[in-house]
């Protein structure tokens, strides 16, 4: 049965249509405008409540279908569950008095390549930000024949590669779930795990006036966290070029079709699947409670491995949205 507690918000010019309300079928959009003002289309479950009051907790399905309007739009965009942990409804809508957190969330996310959300140390020296999207999912070229297919692309799951996630767990996973490459931006599925506090974080408050670096890798020490890129459009374009006949298969999971997205929540762990193929089983399980929230902005966060902060909002050249519907809630 469809989920119905959902509530819109929008800020001026974006809007939230409920389509078929008896399939949960919305279209969420943003339009297009310059970097000058923040906008936003979401649907959640949680605005008027506070934070220990969130809805959801452990032994939970959520299942829906999806398809973004492009597979890089400006700014962030996604659907799952979390604890809005830095504040943003402070002020927005009416919402209740927030103070920042550290992050639980099991979701998948789309982020544009502004954006660097992992606090996970690179294996090899990092390069520059903007170039660190471009390595997820290189590969050598006898490689590409074993990527992510969903079944509704093959006949089986059998043709997929078993892998090892960060935590141990056997995964039908795409390659980028190798994890010397890190789940930063492009298209992902994510999970964390944060206490309310660690004395770490004293610690890291004291280190960022003099070396931001320092923070990054104590906050990785204190969030826990797994995820895999399941589509970057930089490596989509790339490898069209140097590989035309392959252009009929999927490198990944195209956010521009639609799919069936589905997370199971446990307290041993989450498990991702698109189109019933595994794509994710991590033992990385987000502390409750969390809401559920879908969502596309213009906004951007980065940390990335070199000490660098940067936030704010992005550009819009064309009017963007994500369409969901069959959007199901269940206890497991």
Request: some cysteine; charged content about 20%; overall charge neutral.
């Amino acid at each position: 049965m469809a989920y119905t507690q959902l509530k819109p918000r929008h800020t001026p010019g974006a809007r939230v249509e409920e389509i078929a309300r008896e399939s949960a079928h919305y279209r969420l959009s943003i339009p297009s405008g310059f970097a000058d003002s923040y906008r936003l289309a979401q649907l959640d479950d949680y605005t008027k409540i506070s934070r220990g009051r969130f809805p959801h907790r452990a032994s939970l399905s959520l299942s829906l279908l999806a398809c973004a309007s492009s597979d890089s739009i400006a700014g962030t965009w996604g659907f799952g569950l979390w604890n809005d942990p830095f504040g943003l409804s402070l002020g927005f809508g009416g919402s209740p008095f927030r103070l920042p957190a550290l992050p639980n969330a099991a979701w998948f996310f789309g982020a544009s390549e502004e954006n660097y959300l992992s606090f996970k140390e690179p294996s090899r020296p990092p390069e520059k930000h903007r170039d660190y999207s471009e390595r997820t999912l290189s590969l050598p070229k006898r490689e590409t024949k074993r990527e992510l297919q969903t079944k509704s692309q093959f006949e089986s799951s059998s043709s997929l590669e078993n892998r090892t996630s960060s935590t141990g767990s056997v995964t039908n996973a795409p390659p980028s779930a190798q994890r010397e490459t890190i789940a930063a931006n492009g298209f992902l599925v994510q999970t964390f795990c944060a206490p309310k506090f660690h004395p770490l974080l004293a610690v890291a408050g004291l280190a960022l006036p003099f070396s931001r670096k320092m923070t990054r890798r104590l906050l990785g020490r204190v969030i826990q966290e797994d995820g895999v890129q399941l589509w970057s459009p930089a490596t989509h374009r790339r490898m069209q070029e140097q590989a035309p006949a392959l252009q009929s298969r999927s490198e990944g999971v195209n956010p521009t079709q639609w799919h069936r997205y589905r997370l199971e929540w446990r307290e041993q762990g989450v498990t991702f699947e698109v189109d019933e193929a595994l794509v994710l089983e991590s033992h990385v399980s987000p502390n409750p409670p969390l809401g559920l929230v879908i969502w596309i902005d213009n906004q951007y966060a980065a940390f990335t491995p070199e000490g660098k902060i940067g936030f704010g909002v992005l550009a819009n050249p064309e009017p963007a949205w994500l369409e969901v519907k069959e959007i199901e809630l269940k206890s497991l």
